[in-house]
Structure formats: structure tokens, C-alpha cells
């Protein structure tokens, strides 16, 4: 089976760094993805990592290390619309993702 | 810009009823998947399908069933409503993954309340 594990909730101001940890336990690991979700609204895709190190697109980045089974998101300058969920997902060899069970990311001006 | 539409934002139907919930994707997908999402749970796999008349278990299938006549659409079927089927339901889609990229497309889900 799989296994996610996020914080469960983040409080940051805005304009700060805030940086979102996953580790994961999966068989036929693939690639490490990250979704957004404000409330009331649809899963939004983030980012996609299948190899090891950063990715980086504009305020959001995300790290993989297949070999610590870990990944991070990382939000700069937070603003107040990046208030929402984050989930991790690992996808596995048949294009199935498991979810973790999100981190509630809070802005406070 | 994908869309993945569902049929219904609202659902409330009673104990023991047949439900239909509907999928439909625009950008002729070939993957087609259904969860569940509950509260301090995140999102389960219930089934998904890889093409027309295909389709797979998830983690959760107990008590679903799923139908792919086309590849656009893709149903939940829950047979016999439980209360513990009260869940916001979410459809997603994704064309086949490249060896650096994987995307899922996800509908703006359905609350069902099982009375």
C-alpha cells in the first residue's frame, strides 16, 4: 500500500517562506506531485517531480529525494490567496496517486 | 483549458436508493478516475479506468461500482446508499504520463449527503 505523511495545518504572514514536508512509503514509485485546493473548490495541479532536486515555478518550488523518500513544497512571498490545502501525492507504476491527508496552509496579514 | 465537468454539485438522496454520479472530460483522456474525499483524509481512490469498458479497483471500492461506456464519460454508481457513503465525491482525468510530467485534471466534485 501507500503512505503520506504532511503536516496537518501551517500559519505563516504574508510575505514569508513557508515550506511543507512529505515523506512517503510507496511501491512503484514513479514521481512526487503536489496539488492546491481552496476551499469549496477543485484540486488544482502544482507541480510534478520524477527525478531528484528542485523544480521551481515562479513563488512555488518543489524538491524530491527518491533515495530519503521525502519531498517538500516550498511557498515565497506568501500572499493572502495562497491560503488553502496542499496535498502531496506519490504516483505509483499504473498512473494511480496517492494522497496525503493535506496540509491547511493560513496567510495572516 | 481541460475541462472535467460533473453532473451534480448537491446530492441528497435516502438510505438504500441507487445513485448516479456522471463524469465528463473534454480533451479525450484516456484515464479516468473517482474518489472520495473526507476530511482529515485526504483523497481516496475508489476506481479508474484506463479506457473505454476498462477498469480498475482503487483502495476503497467497497460498495461502488463504475461504468466506461465512452471516453468521455466515466460513472459512479454507489448500489444501495449507506449514510457512510456521505462524502464529497471528486472526478479527475489525465492523458498518459511522459517520463518527467504526470497531471490530473480534477471536476469541481459532488457533496452527497445520504440521509
Known amino acids: 500500500g501507500q503512505s503520506l505523511e504532511q503536516p496537518s495545518e501551517v500559519t505563516a504572514v504574508e510575505g514569508a517562506i513557508v515550506q511543507i514536508n512529505c515523506t512517503y512509503q510507496?511501491?512503484?514509485?514513479?514521481?512526487l506531485s503536489w496539488y492546491q485546493q481552496h476551499d469549496g473548490g477543485a484540486p488544482t495541479f502544482l507541480s510534478y517531480n520524477a527525478l531528484d532536486g528542485l523544480e521551481e515555478t515562479g513563488r512555488f518550488s518543489s524538491f524530491l529525494s527518491r533515495s530519503d523518500s521525502y519531498g517538500y513544497l516550498l511557498l515565497q512571498e506568501l500572499q493572502m490567496k495562497d491560503s488553502a490545502s496542499y496535498f502531496c501525492a506519490a504516483r505509483s507504476n499504473d498512473y494511480k496517486l496517492s494522497f496525503g491527508a493535506g496540509t491547511t496552509v493560513t496567510v495572516r496579514a | 483549458d481541460v475541462k472535467v465537468t460533473q453532473s451534480s454539485r448537491y446530492l441528497v438522496k435516502r438510505t438504500g436508493e441507487k445513485v448516479f454520479l456522471e463524469c465528463v472530460q473534454d480533451m479525450d483522456h484516456e484515464n479516468m478516475f473517482w474518489y472520495r474525499q473526507d476530511p482529515g483524509l485526504g483523497l481516496r481512490l475508489i476506481y479508474f479506468s484506463y479506457d473505454v469498458k476498462m477498469k480498475e479497483k482503487g483502495d476503497i471500492p467497497e460498495g461502488y461500482s463504475v461504468s466506461r461506456e465512452k471516453k468521455e464519460r466515466f460513472s459512479l454508481i454507489l448500489e444501495s446508499a449507506s449514510t457512510n457513503q456521505t462524502s464529497m465525491y471528486l472526478c479527475?482525468?489525465?492523458?498518459?504520463?511522459?517520463?518527467?510530467?504526470?497531471?490530473?485534471?480534477f471536476g469541481p466534485g459532488t457533496r452527497l449527503t445520504v440521509t
Open positions: 510507496t511501491s512503484g514509485f514513479y514521481g
Open positions: 479527475a482525468s489525465s492523458a498518459l504520463a511522459t517520463s518527467s510530467s504526470y497531471e490530473q485534471y
